[in-house]
């Protein structure tokens, strides 16, 4: 599958693949572009050359209540003196006649609801442009007044501002149809660009349609009905075949996208030979069809997977759907009423265009688009649904024109107010924790990746759970730069600062986020530049974790150092003056831990098997020259890498409670028993002496640092009775692995 903004999600390709797909998408479109711009404005430019030798009667006109037309202005000379007055009819050269009313001023036939009326309007506009195309014509207005005009031709300065705005959109459409094709050469994408042409082709017939004065080109009239039934059936369809597409390809989705095309056929086939009597209800029906065959398709979609694209088109569906319904009903009620011109109901429909449009345009980068556009969007569904009403206030309740715009206009900002957070709910940004709960959370993970660098991959997906709530979350072996936002915004690509402990250097891997808020909701780029701030921070935090771990190891370097040259030079002088051999030994005993302690110091890391056979030795000799048996047990699964704090804590542990065997129990022995499993540390030391009653001892330097020094490894530690006689101490750390 492949989205209208970009990739796939599944698994993201590798940077330098990506970079050479991205180079390849860019070329494309420096290559392919251009010539379709060259195309699209050889098309535009035949339109034009249509419509600037056309001739017409440079004249603005108003339609009267009662189907008369007014003059209203005119650049004419001859005209200008008779503003104000009422045309009655139009004569030509050939002795043709024209009465004239309202249909003058209907360029389309595409929103008559009624059909005789319908052939009306045709038949009308192509008497006056015949009349026009043959020379001067006599207008003829009350009170017996006539002006003859020699029609000119229109020129580019007769087309009218409404003209380019529809020109420019239209061209927009097409190269944005071009650009997705170009980018995503993808038959998933193909029914976006058939939507884009035939948005385009509404959009420029719709600005032919609105120049101002009298007169089209031959053949417009006539031909336009079909077209614009034709553009408007087309994209529905192709909205079906791409509903079909994506985000998710449905199961049996080409026979769905075929049955919706050969309807669509079917309805243009019958209309074209004239035997489709309601041919406008028919198209209407076949449009708001697909709308809610689009809707259908979305939400299965959705079921089967939880993609917040589904959910966006689904609304976006919807929005134009319901828009279109209220459009049509409010047409066929004014029409049954009397009570409105074609020129009206034309304009209501203009307005839905224009926002059918603007959601076309949207729909590749709907996600990633300015807010700007994304209201624009809102604003013209906003102006369709306020013309829509006030058509049929004025149709049913016949309302005076300002109140039924007033009432209109506050329905439709009441409707805009609830409908803009459901539209753009799935491309709102994550509503966030509030701040000191935020921070709170942040700082936790900045402790735990200062605790365990290692870890911090593990660490950011957990606070990203929390932030996101995405459906799936898949570590990737590959590197990223920065956050991204992928597959039309379903899904998150955001770097993992893990730290190589062996290199000191970032491992190549990311963290994929697919679905967020549990697929109700699309990833945004605000998204994408919170993630970069809080790998910022675990960065600056793992890198803090560096130094600081540097440091330390240069200082303990250091204090080995001095330690072995002056300590241990100094023991061993007073081993060689020794006065008695039991002192010897001692000493002797003595400057061998220290080169064990400043071995262990000068290390970054220690084998939890070297670090045993050292304990064992060391209470061995400590225990024997107090006369205490020992028995010693150390079972481990697996030879595990203990840190320096870890070996330095356990270290000091066993050597505390050794000292405080030796000193206050009067033991005659002494049993150490240590297991590990998997992670679970369990060690206990136990002995038959003197000591009872742990509970009442005074904690003082000695058991409060076995305490505290437990504490750093994340375990606990816990003194009894050992039976008849003695006490045992029992130390558990429920992770050894992770490093602290």
């Given at each position: 599958m492949a989205p209208l903004t970009g990739m796939p999600v599944d698994m993201p390709p590798q940077t330098p693949q990506r970079s050479a797909s991205r180079e390849r998408r860019l070329r494309r479109l420096r290559l392919g572009l251009p010539p379709v711009a060259i195309v699209a404005l050889l098309l535009f430019a035949t339109v034009l050359a249509a419509l600037v030798t056309t001739p017409y009667i440079d004249a603005s006109w108003l339609r009267e209540r009662d189907g008369d037309i007014e003059l209203a202005s005119s650049r004419q000379p001859t005209l200008r003196a008779l503003v104000s007055a009422h045309l009655d009819k139009v004569s030509g050269a050939g002795g043709q006649t024209l009465v004239a009313n309202d249909l003058l001023l209907q360029r389309s036939p595409r929103w008559t609801v009624d059909d005789e009326r319908r052939l009306q309007l045709i038949e009308a506009q192509q008497r006056l442009t015949s009349m026009l195309s043959q020379g001067p014509v006599t207008l003829h207005f009350d009170a017996d007044r006539q002006v003859r005009i020699s029609p000119a031709s229109r020129g580019l300065g007769g087309l009218g501002a409404v003209f380019w705005l529809c020109a420019g959109l239209a061209l927009s459409l097409v190269m944005a149809g071009a650009a997705v094709v170009l980018a995503h050469p993808h038959g998933q994408n193909l029914p976006y660009l058939v939507i884009a042409l035939c948005q385009a082709g509404s959009m420029l017939a719709i600005g032919t349609e609105t120049v101002p004065g009298l007169g089209l080109p031959p053949g417009f009239v006539e031909h336009s009905l079909l077209a614009r039934m034709t553009f408007d059936l087309f994209s529905g369809a192709a909205m079906v075949q791409l509903a079909t597409l994506q985000p998710l390809r449905l199961p049996g989705g080409r026979w769905i996208a075929a049955l919706t095309w050969m309807a669509c056929m079917v309805l243009l086939s019958l209309s074209a030979a004239d035997r489709l009597p309601g041919s406008w209800a028919w198209t209407q029906a076949g449009m708001v069809g697909c709308g809610a065959l689009t809707i259908g398709l979305m939400s299965w979609s959705y079921r089967i997977e939880p993609n917040p694209f589904a959910v966006l088109m689904r609304r976006l569906a919807s929005a134009a759907t319901a828009t279109l319904l209220l459009l049509s009903v409010a047409v066929v009620v004014a029409s049954g009423q009397g009570t409105l011109s074609l020129r009206d109901v034309a304009f209501g429909s203009v307005i839905w265009y224009l926002f059918l449009a603007t959601l076309t345009l949207l729909l590749p980068t709907f996600s990633r688009a300015r807010p700007l556009m994304r209201e624009l969007a809102m604003l013209t569904g906003t102006c369709a649904v306020a013309i829509a009403l006030d058509l049929f206030f004025v149709a049913v309740f016949s309302l005076a024109p300002v109140v039924s715009l007033s009432v209109a206009v506050f329905f439709s900002l009441a409707v805009y107010a609830g409908a803009r957070s459901w539209l753009l709910a799935p491309m709102s940004g994550q509503q966030m924790p509030g701040l000191e709960r935020m921070f709170?959370?942040?700082?936790?993970?900045?402790?735990?990746?200062?605790?365990?660098?290692?870890?911090?991959?593990?660490?950011?997906?957990?606070?990203?759970?929390?932030?996101?709530?995405?459906?799936?979350?898949?570590?990737?072996?590959?590197?990223?730069?920065?956050?991204?936002?992928?597959?039309?915004?379903?899904?998150?690509?955001?770097?993992?600062?893990?730290?190589?402990?062996?290199?000191?250097?970032?491992?190549?891997?990311?963290?994929?986020?697919?679905?967020?808020?549990?697929?109700?909701?699309?990833?945004?780029?605000?998204?994408?530049?919170?993630?970069?701030?809080?790998?910022?921070?675990?960065?600056?935090?793992?890198?803090?974790?560096?130094?600081?771990?540097?440091?330390?190891y240069e200082e303990r370097a250091r204090i080995a150092q001095d330690l072995h040259d002056d300590i241990g030079a100094r023991l061993l002088t007073l081993m060689y003056k020794a006065p008695s051999p039991d002192i010897e030994d001692y000493l002797r005993h003595t400057l061998k831990d220290l080169k064990t302690l400043t071995r262990g110091l000068a290390a970054n890391e220690q084998r939890l098997s070297h670090a045993t056979a050292e304990w064992k030795a060391d209470i061995t000799q400590r225990l024997a020259?107090?006369?205490?048996?020992?028995?010693?047990?150390?079972?481990?699964?697996?030879?595990?890498?203990?840190?320096?704090?870890?070996?330095?804590?356990?270290?000091?542990?066993?050597?505390?409670?050794?000292?405080?065997?030796?000193?206050?129990?009067?033991?005659?022995?002494?049993?150490?028993?240590?297991?590990?499993?998997?992670?679970?540390?369990?060690?206990t030391l136990a002995d038959d002496g003197i000591g009872r009653d742990p509970s009442g001892w005074a904690h003082g330097l000695g058991l409060g640092g076995v305490r505290k020094r437990v504490k750093l490894l994340g375990g606990s530690v816990q003194w009894a009775e050992n039976g008849r006689a003695g006490i045992v101490c029992t130390v558990l750390v429920a992770d050894l692995d992770a490093r602290h």
């Open positions: 709170e959370k942040l700082h936790l993970v900045l402790r735990e990746v200062e605790a365990r660098p290692l870890e911090s991959a593990q660490q950011l997906s957990r606070l990203l759970r929390d932030l996101f709530e995405p459906l799936q979350v898949h570590m990737l072996e590959q590197r990223a730069d920065r956050s991204r936002v992928l597959g039309s915004g379903s899904a998150l690509m955001v770097p993992a600062p893990t730290i190589d402990a062996a290199q000191g250097a970032p491992i190549d891997m990311a963290i994929l986020l697919r679905f967020a808020a549990g697929g109700k909701r699309m990833f945004s780029r605000d998204d994408a530049r919170l993630t970069d701030r809080v790998v910022e921070q675990l960065r600056r935090a793992v890198a803090y974790d560096m130094a600081v771990e540097r440091g330390r020259a107090a006369q205490i048996e020992l028995s010693w047990t150390f079972q481990f699964d697996r030879d595990i890498v203990l840190s320096v704090a870890q070996w330095s804590a356990l270290t000091r542990v066993l050597r505390e409670l050794v000292s405080n065997a030796i000193q206050h129990s009067c033991a005659m022995h002494v049993e150490v028993v240590a297991t590990l499993q998997g992670r679970r540390l369990r060690l």
